[in-house]
């Protein structure tokens, strides 16, 4: 049922969820070549096993979110994996033990966004989605705001597995907003997207169907992938970029000032599509964040300096704060009242995961072949690849914008709308 204020359970949710949801990354990266002096294949495989969980597991997550009533506890399950997977790193650096718990965050991470979007659109309605979302991102840039901050200060001070034992305390925090959501607030064909059957009382196609099915969805799955493929490995390899002249705790405080610029850019960006996505339409904004990918790419290969390093990262609050609502938006757009929205959110994520693990893979065999300079300009490559699939073959997918002239009317055959 929507409501005019924003559901603050949710927003709580979410605060937390920043740090849990954005798994181990750039510090993993950073622990394993300055503290347990791994090599950059190592440590691309390492970064990628997660990834590729995620994508094995993300179209059944999807289709199990859709069609349990069991969101709440899911939830929770799911967070609980992801911090006891971090505190497994705290205690072992044995190798079989750090593949073994980015397995489990990478299973977790395929149920936790889908979860969250899923819960958002069941307690707000569709009417309140657009605004809801935006204010959940804002509050969870805010969340990994305050966990680099502190994240920073464990590191200076020489506890560098303090990062770690920070994403179990937040996925504690998680555990408990979720708890503040009751069961009887969730109307659960809302948070599928709605009904499942066609007009002749059909099941319609799932999973990767659902996209063939859609014109509109098979090109925003090949922007999105080539979107990921891009962007995934560049805060990796910047984060050791700069933690190469210095140890692993001044590493990980650069990678947090890192972390902290580009998310105080993402909660402008998430209130600004929160306010502006449902008026302006949503191809005018993704253009926006696919554009900053190239010219990034780019810039990092200009300097070495640390803080111009974190100056440019801040261009990433850009394309990931404008891609975390946009994605949610679309998805719901093309799959409103098909019983639908998780599992197509599932599939496309699965191609997200193949993405980045595409991308931290090669990017780090480029690293270990050649230099990080040719690393960013194949990224920044492939980002341009895919800024111009986006902006020649994507339509715009919201009615209203659509009506009031914001973008083209063609609608692709196929279209659910």
């Not at 659509?402 to 973008?407: E, Q």
Request: hydrophobic share 55%; aromatic share 10%; net charge neutral.
């Amino acid at each position: 049922m929507a409501t005019e204020r924003l559901n603050r359970p949710l927003l709580a949710m979410n605060f937390f969820a920043g740090d849990v949801t954005a798994g181990f990354g750039p510090y993993l990266a950073i622990y394993l070549l300055s503290q347990l002096h791994w090599q950059a294949g190592q440590i691309g495989f390492a970064l990628a096993l997660g990834s590729i969980v995620t994508v094995i597991i993300q179209t059944p997550a999807g289709a199990l979110i859709d069609w349990t009533d069991k969101k709440r506890g899911l939830l929770i399950v799911c967070a609980a994996v992801v911090g006891a997977a971090a505190l497994l790193i705290v205690v072992s650096d044995w190798a079989p033990a750090i593949f073994f718990a980015q397995t489990m965050m990478g299973a977790s991470l395929a149920f936790l966004g889908p979860l969250i979007a899923a819960l958002t659109l069941g307690v707000v309605g569709r009417e309140m989605f657009t605004r809801q979302t935006g204010a959940n991102q804002a509050w969870n840039h805010g969340g990994n705001v305050v966990a680099a901050a502190i994240a920073a200060g464990l590191a200076v001070a020489g506890y560098v597995t303090g990062v770690f034992v920070l994403i179990s305390v937040m996925a504690l925090g998680m555990i408990a907003a979720v708890l503040f959501i009751s069961a009887s607030q969730i109307d659960y064909e809302t948070a599928r997207g709605g009904v499942a059957e066609d007009d002749a009382g059909q099941d319609k196609p799932s999973g990767f169907g659902a996209i063939l099915a859609d014109k509109r969805l098979v090109i925003f799955a090949a922007s999105i992938f080539l979107f990921h493929f891009a962007n995934a490995a560049m805060l990796p390899l910047v984060s050791q970029k700069l933690s190469l002249a210095g140890d692993t705790g001044s590493g990980i405080a650069f990678t947090s000032a890192c972390i902290i610029a580009a998310q105080f850019v993402m909660i402008g960006m998430a209130v600004m599509c929160g306010h502006t996505a449902d008026r302006w339409g949503r191809k005018p904004l993704f253009i926006l964040a696919f554009a900053i990918l190239p010219i990034r790419a780019v810039l990092y290969t200009l300097t070495d300096e640390p803080v111009f390093l974190v100056l440019i990262q801040a261009l990433d609050g850009v394309a990931n704060g404008i891609f975390a609502i946009i994605f949610l938006l679309v998805v719901s757009d093309v799959t409103k009242g098909t019983g639908r929205f998780n599992i197509v959110q599932g599939a496309l994520a699965t191609l997200v995961g193949v993405g980045a693990s595409a991308s931290n893979l090669l990017a780090e065999q480029i690293v270990q072949i050649y230099s990080y300079d040719m690393a960013f300009f194949f990224l920044g490559a492939v980002a341009s690849v895919g800024f111009l699939v986006f902006i020649t073959l994507m339509p715009e997918t919201a009615a209203h914008a659509i009506k009031g002239g914001a973008a083209t009317t063609d609608q692709p055959e196929g279209s659910s709308r």
